[in-house]
């Protein structure tokens, strides 16, 4: 059975930075894309940053800002944010899949529950 359970949200002013973390159980990594999605208030779902084969991938709003990496032997996907800004908030989601299209949601069958992240200006 996949498990993902995600940490690390909060609070944080414009420039400031957060950790997310998301413990995934169930998976070879080696066999599956991980990624990080986020939801704003009345927005669809959106790909931010995943893994793929050891590659890691980003979308253009989060190059160069967020640094997404994986550790298989603490079973931990993390995302580094840094220089937020307001429009990053949302629920920040973790997902895990055998997927084709890293950063497209509906490649994606295990999530997480989410969590909050709040930049405000």
């Known amino acids: 059975q996949v498990q993902l359970e995600e940490s690390g949200g909060g609070s944080v002013q414009a420039g400031g930075s957060l950790t997310l973390s998301c413990v995934v159980s169930?998976?070879?990594?080696?066999?599956?894309?991980m990624g990080w999605f986020r939801q704003a208030p009345g927005k669809k779902r959106e790909g931010v940053a995943a893994?793929?084969?050891?590659?890691?991938i980003y979308t253009e709003s989060a190059e160069g800002r967020f640094t997404i990496f994986q550790d298989s032997a603490k079973k931990t996907l993390t995302l580094q944010m840094n220089s937020l800004k307001p429009e990053d908030t949302g629920v920040y989601y973790c997902?895990?899949?055998?997927?084709?299209?890293?950063?497209?949601?509906?490649?994606?069958?295990?999530w997480g529950q989410g969590t909050q992240v709040t930049v405000s200006s």
């Open positions: 893994i793929d084969q050891n590659k890691a």
């Open positions: 997902a895990a899949d055998m997927c084709l299209q890293p950063l497209y949601s509906d490649d994606y069958r295990h």
């Open positions: 169930g998976i070879t990594y080696s066999d599956y894309c």
